[in-house]
Structure formats: structure tokens, C-alpha cells
């Protein structure tokens, strides 16, 4: 069955540069959730679509932004990155806003230096 | 605000034996849900149980099971006949409807390690 895609797998950036991460739902999946786990951290919601709209937002910082595309793909982009973003980044996706099942993805590793 | 305690940070447990992770929470929405991941080494996080509030039975799932127990709020993970592969992170979490989705929020996990 297929899964969550997330890419890339593994980033590596510098301070004050920018990053974008994708990720790419389940088919007919229309809602994304994006999480953040830092290093011997639990994750902690970003933020999440549903059907191309933000729907909820959590602990994102302002340098941070994300969409969601007419294909349902969604997309984070974090911009004058700090050592504090060196993190695990989740995607999960949802069949709709409603079900609670959450399918995640492999995860995107950021390491800022 | 939702908040779910784990307050086991690592637990040991011997191939073959059953072994139960804490975990407690705190909601006062009367609707529910409650999750446990698993989280290898290699970081991916594996759903392994549901609990939705108002079920009836504690969920099953194979080897897994949850031991609910709503009036103390709790959602005990329990693991049977322990593997070398079940050495993992495990994570409890809980669905949080503010913001009409379905976000989770995370306890700060357990490490399990499962010893020959």
C-alpha cells in the first residue's frame, strides 16, 4: 500500500540559510499534519491542512511557512534557519480533518551547522 | 489544555516476558482518543494501538494491548512475549480537537530495551 513521501530524507543547511520540505500524502488523503521532533524530543505539532487551507496551527515560528498544493502535497519552508531547527520533521496525512487515524511519513532530518 | 505523562523514561525487560508502559493523561473533553507509536532507532514512527474513549473493550492488536482505565485516566501500553525487535521508543499520545482537526499531542516516550 503506498505510504507517506517525504523528501528529502536527510538535509543538511547552514545557519541563515533556508530549507523546504515536501511531503507527499496518502492518495485521497486531504489532510497533512506536520510535526517537529528535536533531538531526545516527543514530536510537537506544527501545523495542518486540510483541503488546500490551513486548519490548525501550533508552535510553528514565524520564519517558518507551509502550503498545501492542488495535488494535496504539502510543502514547509523555514527560512534564516537556526541550530535550534536541527530536528526530526514528520508529515502525516489523514483520510479528512475528521479521522483520527494519522499515517506518518518517514520523516526529513535537518541538521543546521 | 490535553497533557499525557510518561513517567518511565526507559524500562528493561527480558526476551519473552511481558512488559507495561505508563502512561496518563489529562483532557476535559468528554471525546477522545488515545495512541501509542513505536519509534526505532532509525526514526520512523509506527502506529501500533487506538483507544477511542467511549470503546467498550480495551484494544488489541496482536501482541499489543491497551489497558484503559478511564476513571484513573490512564492508557497502559502492554507488550506480550517481548521481542529483541520491540527496542524502541514508545510514545503515548492523544488527539486533540481544538482547532477542529485531529492533532496529536505526545508524551515525552519511554525507551524500552528488550535484553536476551
Known amino acids: 500500500a503506498a505510504g507517506v513521501i517525504q523528501s528529502p530524507r536527510h538535509l543538511i543547511k547552514e545557519k541563515r540559510e533556508t530549507a523546504t520540505l515536501k511531503c507527499y500524502p496518502i492518495p485521497r488523503h486531504d489532510t497533512v499534519y506536520w510535526y517537529q521532533q528535536g533531538p531526545g524530543q516527543d514530536p510537537q505539532f506544527l501545523i495542518s491542512?486540510?483541503?488546500?487551507?490551513?486548519?490548525d496551527k501550533g508552535s510553528i515560528p514565524d520564519r517558518f511557512s507551509a502550503q498545501q498544493f492542488s495535488d494535496y502535497h504539502s510543502e514547509l519552508n523555514m527560512s534564516s534557519l537556526e541550530l535550534g531547527d536541527s530536528a526530526l520533521y514528520f508529515c502525516?496525512?489523514?483520510?479528512?480533518?475528521?479521522?483520527?487515524?494519522?499515517?506518518f511519513g518517514p520523516g526529513t532530518r535537518l541538521t543546521v551547522t | 489544555a490535553q497533557k499525557i505523562t510518561q513517567t518511565q523514561p526507559g524500562m528493561f525487560v527480558q526476551e519473552k516476558e511481558a512488559v507495561t508502559l505508563d502512561c496518563t493523561y489529562d483532557t476535559s473533553d468528554p471525546s477522545y482518543g488515545l495512541f501509542w507509536y513505536k519509534q526505532p532507532s532509525s526514526g520512523e514512527m509506527i502506529f501500533l494501538i487506538y483507544?477511542?474513549?467511549?470503546?467498550?473493550q480495551n484494544a488489541t492488536e496482536g501482541r499489543y494491548s491497551l489497558n484503559f482505565q478511564k476513571a484513573r485516566k490512564s492508557a497502559n501500553l502492554v507488550i506480550s512475549a517481548s521481542q529483541l525487535g520491540d527496542s524502541a521508543m514508545y510514545f503515548c499520545?492523544?488527539?486533540?480537537?481544538?482547532?477542529?482537526?485531529?492533532?496529536?499531542?505526545f508524551g515525552t516516550g519511554t525507551q524500552l530495551k528488550v535484553e536476551l
Open positions: 491542512f486540510y483541503e488546500k487551507m490551513q486548519s
Open positions: 502525516a496525512s489523514s483520510f479528512d480533518r475528521k479521522s483520527y487515524e494519522q499515517y
Open positions: 499520545a492523544m488527539r486533540d480537537h481544538t482547532g477542529g482537526g485531529n492533532k496529536l499531542t
Open positions: 483507544q477511542g474513549s467511549y470503546d467498550q
